[in-house]
Each structure stands twice: as C-alpha cells, then as structure tokens.
C-alpha cells in the first residue's frame, strides 16, 4: 500500500508542475468526490421524506420533493462540468511541461493522467464515504476502515507486480516482443482481481451491515443509506483497481506509444 502510494505521488509530480496546475487537479477530484456522495444525502433525504410522508404537510412534502429534484439536477450538471474540464487542465499543465508531443490522443501521459485524476476523485470519495459512516454509525465505520486498509493493501500488491509485469511485457526477448493481446489480457486479469478483492470485503460489510440491523443496532433508513454507501465504496474500489491497471499499461508504454495503442 506504501509503495501504491509512492507510486501515484511520482506520477503526480511527473505529470503536473507545482502551482495552479496541481490546484486546479485537487479541486476537480474534490467536486467529482462530493457530486458522487451527493447521491447519498439525497438518498438520506429520500429515505427521510419516504418515511414521514404521513406526518409532513403537503406544502412541506411539495418544498422538499422540489429541493430534491433540483438538488440531483445539479450534481449531474457539476458532474458534467468537472468531467468535461479535466482535458483543457490536463492540456495546460502538460504544455507547461513542453509534454505536448506529436502523437495526438496516443500520447500516454495523456491516459496517465486521466487515471491519476479518476483515482484522485475516488480517493477522496472513499474518505467522504468513511466520514459519512462515522457520523451515522461510528461502530460500523471503524469495520470499513479495517476493511478498507485490507482491500487497498491487496489491490497495491496487484498494482505493484503489474506494473512491473508490463514493463516485462515490453522487453525484446529473442527479437519479439509480447503481443499486444497479451498486455491487455494481462491488464484485465489484474484489474478484476482487484475487483474480486474488493467485492469479498463488500460482502464482509453487508453481513455486519445485516447483523447490526438485526439486533437493532442501526434503524431501517440508515440500514438502507449505508447498504447504499457500501455499494458505491465498492464500485469506487473496483474503478480504482481498473485505473491503477490501466495507468500501470499506459506508464509502460510510454516508450512505445505506438504498440501500445
């Protein structure tokens, strides 16, 4: 997990030059992070008008319904906007760097950096998401986090042998290098094994989800926001193992932008 870290922090500094440019990274990743637990306030809202919809005055009921639409048509709308405006970002910070080389969308670092920005958005993600159980049930959020350690810890080590698989994969062996279809198939192989891993701590957290629920521990709406919230910590878990994959293909090539494409 260490080096997974030391990694990316690399990549960092290699691809965006200090100042704005790193700035303006960190403030798309926290908006892509924020529009994506968004989804969970309004679902805890939902849950909340659902539940006391007898006991809410229509005018009331009509107000928070309205909110509610208007809340998650901007969210999509910023979602848009930040994914939208990661490539004019990313073309600044690489023409800083005089990294605008004449292979158009084949350039490497041009993936590179759409994983570095895609794992910076669901890192952040993943520690709104621990904050957000914190809040709503500490004893359940301290099981995530010993969860969330495991799963990262064994999705690093997949990245960490990958990384060097591929640069393998890369070297002429007896004048011939790995067939293309080989470094794909490679590359997917790791990316849902990471998949795998953080699908079996999903289901760790779902049984102790169902079990608190059972002896009462947590009420039945914030069962059902933290169901929720389980499931998007998984899919950001598997998105950022299928990002680390790529980024580690992408790092390999970028001596052979062509066979790599």
């Keep these: 997990m260490i080096a997974l870290i030391k990694e990316l922090i690399l990549g960092f500094k290699t691809l965006f030059p200090g100042g704005r440019f790193r700035y303006v990274l960190v403030v798309l990743a ?3 992070a924020v529009v994506s637990i968004s989804e969970l306030l309004v679902l805890k ?3 909340d008008i659902v539940v006391r919809e007898d006991q809410i005055p229509q005018k009331e009921f009509i107000f928070l319904a309205v909110g509610l639409l208007l809340f998650f048509i901007l969210t999509r ?3 848009y906007a930040q994914r939208t405006y990661r490539v004019k970002a990313f073309a600044r910070s ?5 990294k605008m080389k004449n292979r158009g969308a084949r350039n490497p670092e041009w993936a590179m950096a759409f994983e570095l920005s895609s794992l ?3 890192a952040t993600q993943l520690l709104a998401i621990l904050l957000f159980f914190t809040i709503i049930e500490p004893t359940f959020a301290l099981l995530n986090l010993a969860v969330l350690v495991i799963v990262l810890t064994f999705i690093g080590r997949i990245f960490a042998n990958h990384l060097e698989l591929q640069q393998r994969l890369l070297t002429e062996r007896g004048g011939k290098k790995a067939r293309p279809q080989r470094r794909y198939a490679e590359r997917i192989k790791a990316a849902e094994s990471g998949g795998l891993v953080s699908a079996a701590g999903m289901i760790i ?3 102790s989800l169902l079990y608190l629920s059972y002896i009462q521990e947590i009420s039945i709406a914030d069962t059902l926001i933290i169901f929720f919230g389980v499931r998007l910590q998984g899919a950001s878990l598997t998105n950022s193992s299928r990002s680390l994959m790529r980024y580690a293909k992408a790092k390999a090539g970028i ?3 062509e066979e790599d494409e």
């Design 205 to 207: 957290l779902l049984g």
């Design 120 to 122: 910076l958005t669901n």
């Design 45 to 47: 809202l939902f849950v």
């Design 77 to 79: 709308v910023s979602q």
């Design 255 to 257: 001596n052979e932008p």
């Design 30 to 32: 926290m908006i892509g």
């Design 94 to 98: 690489f023409k800083a760097l005089k």
